[in-house]
């Protein structure tokens, strides 16, 4: 992966905007991950919450897990009342859970890796909670896809918003046609744009 960072920041840099970014922040560090159940738990928890409300929850609810590492069998086991404790609401509840049955049953026999990016597309949807940005964060950080631009992320708009100089966020094909430059290294892009918006934990 860091002989693709690096391919990837000689491509990018000849962008002027993404350079400025590139030349005063670190690489990006993406870390394997072959716990899929862990990666999609917690992109249903930071769904909707700025990242420092979310960072709080989420170590909260690694609390619940031996060595920190949540598995759906013990996730079905603990009561709703505890989770609420946690700051889940009762709707993340009712994902976690169907999330948890899923991996009960279908998805602990499916190589993620394995799968191209609209098979997983194809597959993750059909699972009550995840929609395309939780989709797009799971084919970012743990599948590592490495050309990933989740137009729906707040994060991300709020980035273009000031890249650009715009005085509204910007819409889904202003992203798309802006962006059409950075290929095929979009996901490193976008984690040079979350520099501008850092709340404290982006992910």
């Not at 993404?18 to 005063?24: A, F, W």
């Not at 009342?81 to 026999?109: H, P, V």
């Not at 940005?133 to 708009?157: A, E, H």
Request: with cysteine.
């Amino acid at each position: 992966m860091n002989n693709l960072i690096n391919k990837a920041i000689r491509h990018l840099i000849k962008d002027k905007k993404l350079k400025l970014l590139i030349d005063k922040n670190e690489k990006p560090f993406f870390e394997e991950n072959n716990n899929y159940y862990h990666a999609l738990s917690k992109s249903i928890i930071y769904q909707q919450l700025s990242g420092k409300v979310a960072k709080i929850i989420y170590n909260r609810f690694l609390d619940l897990f031996n060595n920190k590492q949540p598995k759906a069998n013990i996730f079905i086991t603990i009561d709703d009342s505890k989770l609420k404790e946690i700051g889940l609401s009762r709707q993340k509840i009712s994902y976690l859970k169907d999330l948890s049955d899923y991996f009960l049953n279908k998805g602990k026999s499916i190589d993620f890796k394995s799968l191209s990016e609209k098979e997983i597309r194809n597959e993750l949807i059909k699972i009550k909670g995840i929609g395309h940005w939780t989709i797009d964060m799971f084919l970012m950080f743990t599948v590592l896809k490495s050309n990933i631009l989740p137009v729906g992320d707040l994060g991300i708009k709020k980035a273009f918003k000031e890249l650009y100089n715009l005085d509204d966020l910007p819409t889904d094909n202003f992203m798309i046609e802006k962006s059409k430059k950075w290929e095929p290294y979009r996901t490193i892009a976008c984690c040079y744009l979350w520099t501008i918006v850092d709340d404290g934990d982006v992910w």
